[in-house]
Structures are given as structure tokens and as C-alpha cells.
């Protein structure tokens, strides 16, 4: 027992200063959308150019612990989500830095061309937050799981994409943006997430990194990761390596910009790549991934998402289960793309 | 912001000269929008000659006031006005809608860094407009300077408009100024029919802005109408400015055809003969 754990310690990448408790029963969970409410606080106190603007989901965003601290520069815009991204285009380009909160079924799903005009083809410095992505927002059902965020925002020239995998990651990815004169997005999840990392866990725009490797020797399959998903994949990642597979997972909470170097390393260690991500396979993430492989060094890929589907009312994990986003659909894809000739 | 009656004659000369510039340009370029520049060439000659606080030889001082055009369609007026005003040469114009031109079709920030924003798709004008406005009050910039937005009454027609319009009233944008080019067409017909807009000054009154009616083509009117709503102090004002679309050609005048179409050959001809003997006035054509 004492033996695994010191494995375990080796194969989350050290460097990284990973969470340690991340296999514990009881490892800490958080909502992910919590780190962008304590991020903004933080960029509003070191820039006061740092606006909040928000559609009339201010908790529910988590944009209340900027508005409470900075009522003078927080903006409610009520139920207009074209309104909103306008807004905050003008506001930028009189020198301010907006942060823009709604659920991402509404911004940017019904707001795209307000994005793409007055924020992306003017290059403004505009950051659309886009709360309760993914299937995980659960109950509420298919009207607000916003499943084609990443690819909407991705496909626009000048937008960055950030979907975080922790409320800690997206804490750090909220004072970043909030330094980039690019427009940006940054998905958030609703539900309770386990914490991946530490406060000193880097981040960095456009770079991935491998969060867990095999103690010795190459690995048979890379694994990326985007967003809340992460645990799920390294959960699957500790128990296939008990049945003798050996994986490496990465994180690419920056889809765009794409870190092309760290991929192609990676597929061409492993021959072999899973994508995961709470999102239509179409389009999203494992797509930006095949792009680079395409291109670049093309290997068998299999993808872990929605498949062309709309979600349903459900327990967060009842519908990762169901739409196959589970940890058996992720082992089932790992050995799926083994069985492939690379 | 005197208006003197000599100043109304060079006024009135220059907006000549612009609507000359515009059927050019248009008849250049092939494609583009004729009667909407036409009609309102009046006002924006009236904003970059007179009213505007601006400075063509250093686009970027930051003191300037923001004009914010909403409906880009009508960009033609807005590169002919600036060129006369001296932000780049006249020569300049005839590259409109060609490849790699600065002038692009509808307007682009990153190409044409003089104007505030780009635009094209209607109903998005107001809102930065509105954001631009409230960003100067946060900070305490509302009383150095004015954030104007000309729009088309056709792009009322898309509610991100009415969400602005709405925004601005609740916050008391006292440095928000809005001139609708009242000249009721747009591309599949007159307004009243495609989606009325009346009774437009009641709704937008209802809206807690503070209205006004003017000409669009009386120097004198719009000018008081600019000072008016200089003054209002708790509330963003909004001038309906009724223009004749296609003004200035007798032929393109309230015929809502040449909303989306440009003049060929002999067709700018009529029209630059009618600008250059200044309606008939004169018998030889100036130049």
C-alpha cells in the first residue's frame, strides 16, 4: 500500500505540484464558475480598468463577489445577452477591460454574431464567460446545456479559448486574460468539480501540460483532457495502469491557442490519443486536436463526448454516464484505440 | 456652436462636393448602397465641419468625441466625409469595396483605424455607443466629451436595438446622443409596411430618452437640435432626423430601389450634371 502511494506521487507530475489528495474519497470539490467569481475579485483589485457586466445571473455566475467589492464598476445588464457583449465592446474600446457573465447556452450560444463583429473583428479585449457549460448543468435539461460553445467560439478568428479543469485553474485563467488585450472565452461548469491543482499548479495561455505519466518507460495512449472531466480521466488513468496500460494525461484547458509542440510530443510518444471533454464531439475540442494531428503527426484517435445529441433533465452524473462521458466510456475508448494500427 | 448664414453656404457647398464624391465612388466601385450616404450627407457634413469635437491630422487624440455609425451600409458618405474633412486623400475614395482598399465594403477598425468601431450588421451601433457613453461616466469623463450614434430607422427593426435603447435610459447616458436617419425605406420596401415603427418618438420617449424632430436637411434646425440635446442633463437624447433618401439627385429621391443599388454609367452622369449645376441652379457644371 505504502509502495503505491509513493508510485501515485511519482506519476501526477511532480513538477506541477499537483493536488496530493486528488485520489482521496474525500478530495476537496469546489464549482469551477467559484474560481472565476475569486479571480475577478483579484484582477478588479490590481486594474481598475477591470469591469464586470452580467446578464441577471449574478450569483449564479459567481459575479456577486466582484459586484459586492466594486459596485461602481459593475454593470447589470438584465436578460440581454446581445446587449451585453455590445455593451462591453463599447466600454473596451474607451480603455476598460470587461468581463462578461451569463450561462454559456446564452452567451455565446445566442449572442455569436454580436461576438464576432464588435468584439472579434475589432480585436477588443473583451472576455465572455460562459457559466454552466457543458451536460453537467443537469436538471434544468437540454434547453441549457450548452454542448457547442467550444466549437462557436474557436471557429472565430482572434478568440482565445480557456475551459479550465478546476476552480483553482480558473481563478489563475481569469487574472491572465485579465492581462491579454486579445478577446477571450472562458467556459465554466456548474457543477462541484475535485480539485486538480494547487495555487502552484502553473498556467499559461496557449501551453499544455501532462498531468500524469507512467513512473517508467513510455506511455501506450495520451489522454486530453479539457475541462471538468479531468478527475474522471485520471481516476481512469490510476486504474488502467493496475491492469498493466500505461497512459500520460494531459490538460488542455487552452484550446486555442493550441499548444501544437505538446501535442504532437505526445502522439508521438503514444502512437495513440482519447480526447475527453463535456462537449459535442463535433467541433469541440478533440476536433482542434485532430486538426493539429491531421496536419502534423497523425495517429488513430478515438473521441469522448456527446455524440451529435441534445441532453435531458438528470444527476450530473447520470448524464455523463449516459451520453458516455463515464470513466467506463473513457477506459472503453483507451482500449478501443489500442486495438487500432498506429 | 454658432451657425452663422455664411457658414450655412459653406456648409451647404461642402455637402455638394460630398455627394459628388459619393457618386463616384459609388459608380467606381459597382456595388454598395446609394440612396441611404445620399440622404445623409447633410448631417454628417454638418457633424465633421461643425459640431464634432475631432481631429483629422491625429485620428486617435483621445479627447475627441466617439461617432459611432451603427448602419455601416451607408459608409460611403461616412469615407467621403472624412476624406473632405482631411483624414486621408480624395484619391483615396476610388478605392472603395477593391481589394485590399482601406475602405472596405462595410467598415473595419483594424483597416480604417479613424473609425470607432466596425459595422455592418445592424442593431449593434447603440449598444457600444451605450457602453462607450457609460464607460466616460464611470469615469467622470461624461461632461469633456460626447458619444454620438447615427442609425437607420430600418435597423430599429432588430430588438438588440431596443435592449440599448432600454440600457441607456436606465442609466441616464446624459452623454449618449443617437440620430436616427428617419428616411423611411429600407431594402424590401417603406418601413410602415415592412414593420412599422410608428409612433417611433412616443416609443422611444417611453423609453426615457429625451426626443427630437428635425430636418435632417436644415443645417440650422439640426444644429440647434445638437445643442438642445447637449444641454438635457439626466436623460440620452435622441434626434429623428427625417432626410429624403437619395437626396440631392432628383431621380434617386424617395425611391426605395436605390436603397441597395449604385448609379451605372449614364445614370451618375444625370446625377453628377444635377450636383454640379447645383439642382439646375447654374448652367455650367463647376467642378
Known amino acids: 500500500m505504502e509502495k503505491l502511494k509513493a508510485n501515485i506521487s511519482n506519476m501526477l507530475n511532480p513538477k506541477l505540484k499537483l493536488n496530493p489528495k486528488i485520489f482521496d474519497k474525500d478530495v476537496e470539490q469546489i464549482p469551477i464558475r467559484k474560481g472565476f467569481g475569486e479571480g475577478l475579485l483579484k484582477a478588479g483589485e ?102 457547442e460553445d467550444i466549437a462557436l467560439m474557436r471557429v472565430m478568428p482572434n478568440m482565445d479559448v480557456i475551459s479550465p479543469c478546476d476552480a483553482i485553474e480558473a481563478k489563475k485563467a481569469v487574472l491572465v486574460l485579465a492581462k491579454s488585450d486579445k478577446p477571450a472565452y472562458l467556459r ?24 500524469w505519466m507512467p513512473e517508467m518507460g513510455l506511455a501506450q495512449v495520451g489522454i486530453i483532457v479539457t475541462g471538468g472531466l479531468m478527475h474522471r480521466a485520471l481516476l481512469v488513468a490510476k486504474e488502467l495502469e493496475g491492469e498493466g496500460i500505461k497512459t500520460k494525461v494531459m490538460n488542455l484547458s487552452s484550446i486555442k491557442p493550441i499548444d501544437v509542440k505538446a501535442i504532437v510530443a505526445l502522439a508521438r510518444e503514444t502512437k495513440r490519443i ?13 476536433s482542434a486536436v485532430a486538426e493539429v494531428l491531421a496536419q502534423n503527426y497523425p495517429v488513430p484517435m478515438e473521441f469522448v463526448g456527446v455524440q451529435d445529441k441534445f441532453g435531458q433533465s438528470g444527476t450530473p452524473n447520470e448524464l455523463i454516464e449516459h451520453y458516455g462521458m463515464g470513466k467506463n466510456s473513457i477506459k472503453e475508448a483507451v482500449k478501443k484505440v489500442l486495438k487500432r494500427k498506429s | 456652436m454658432l451657425l452663422t448664414d455664411a457658414k450655412i453656404k459653406e456648409l451647404e457647398n461642402k455637402a455638394n462636393d460630398i455627394r459628388k464624391s459619393i457618386i463616384e465612388m459609388l459608380l467606381e466601385a459597382g456595388s454598395g448602397h446609394t440612396a441611404g450616404p445620399l440622404g445623409m450627407a447633410d448631417v454628417f457634413t454638418l457633424f465633421y465641419f461643425h459640431i464634432l469635437k475631432h481631429s483629422p491630422k491625429n485620428p486617435s487624440w483621445d479627447e475627441r468625441d466617439r461617432l459611432v455609425l451603427s448602419n455601416g451600409h451607408i459608409c460611403p458618405v461616412l469615407y467621403a466625409t472624412m476624406a473632405h474633412a482631411g483624414y486621408f486623400p480624395l484619391e483615396e475614395l476610388k478605392t472603395l469595396r477593391k481589394f485590399g482598399t482601406r475602405l472596405q465594403g462595410h467598415p473595419h477598425r483594424e483597416y480604417l483605424p479613424y473609425v470607432e468601431t466596425s459595422s455592418g450588421p445592424l442593431g449593434l451601433g447603440l449598444s457600444q455607443a451605450s457602453g462607450m ?73 417611453a423609453f426615457n430618452w429625451h426626443v427630437i424632430e428635425v430636418s435632417g436637411h436644415d443645417m440650422k434646425a439640426l444644429n440647434e437640435a445638437v445643442e438642445e440635446a447637449r ?45 454640379r449645376t447645383l439642382g439646375g441652379k447654374i448652367k455650367s457644371e463647376h467642378q
Request: proline letters at 5%; glycine letters at 8%.
Open chain 2, 133 to 205: 457613453a457609460l464607460a466616460d461616466k464611470m469615469d467622470g469623463k461624461d461632461k469633456d466629451r460626447f458619444i454620438y450614434c447615427f442609425m437607420s430607422d430600418g435597423e430599429l427593426d432588430e430588438g438588440n436595438s431596443w435592449e440599448a435603447f432600454m440600457f441607456a435610459g436606465k442609466n441616464k447616458l446624459r452623454n449618449l446622443i443617437a440620430l436616427i436617419d428617419r428616411n423611411n425605406i429600407q431594402i424590401d420596401g417603406i418601413t410602415e409596411n415592412v414593420m412599422p415603427l410608428e409612433p417611433l418618438a412616443d416609443k422611444l420617449r
Open chain 2, 231 to 275: 444641454k438635457v442633463q439626466d436623460k440620452p437624447t435622441v434626434i429623428i432626423a427625417h432626410t429624403i433618401p437619395g437626396k440631392g439627385v432628383h431621380e434617386f429621391e424617395k425611391n426605395f430601389k436605390w436603397h441597395g443599388k449604385t448609379p451605372n454609367k449614364e445614370e451618375a452622369k444625370m446625377a453628377l450634371h444635377e450636383l
Open chain 1, 188 to 211: 465554466l461548469a456548474r457543477e462541484k468539480t475535485p480539485i486538480i491543482t494547487t495555487e502552484k499548479t502553473p498556467f499559461e495561455l496557449g501551453k499544455a501540460e501532462i498531468y
Open chain 1, 46 to 147: 490590481i486594474d481598475k480598468n477591470v469591469v464586470g457586466l452580467c446578464g441577471d445571473l449574478v450569483e449564479s455566475t459567481q459575479m456577486n463577489v466582484f459586484a459586492e467589492k466594486f459596485p461602481e464598476r459593475f454593470v447589470e445588464v438584465g436578460v440581454a445577452e446581445q446587449n451585453l457583449v455590445t455593451i462591453a465592446s463599447g466600454m473596451s474600446a474607451m480603455g476598460k477591460i470587461p468581463f462578461c457573465a451569463s450561462y454559456a447556452m446564452f452567451s455565446p450560444g445566442r449572442n455569436w454574431e454580436q461576438i464576432r463583429t464588435t468584439i472579434a473583428y475589432n480585436d477588443r479585449p473583451v472576455k465572455i464567460v460562459g457559466s454552466h457549460a457543458g451536460i453537467s448543468v443537469g436538471p434544468d435539461g437540454g434547453t441549457h446545456q450548452a454542448l
Open chain 1, 274 to 286: 482519447v480526447t475527453v471533454e463535456e462537449h459535442q464531439i463535433a467541433g469541440g475540442m478533440g
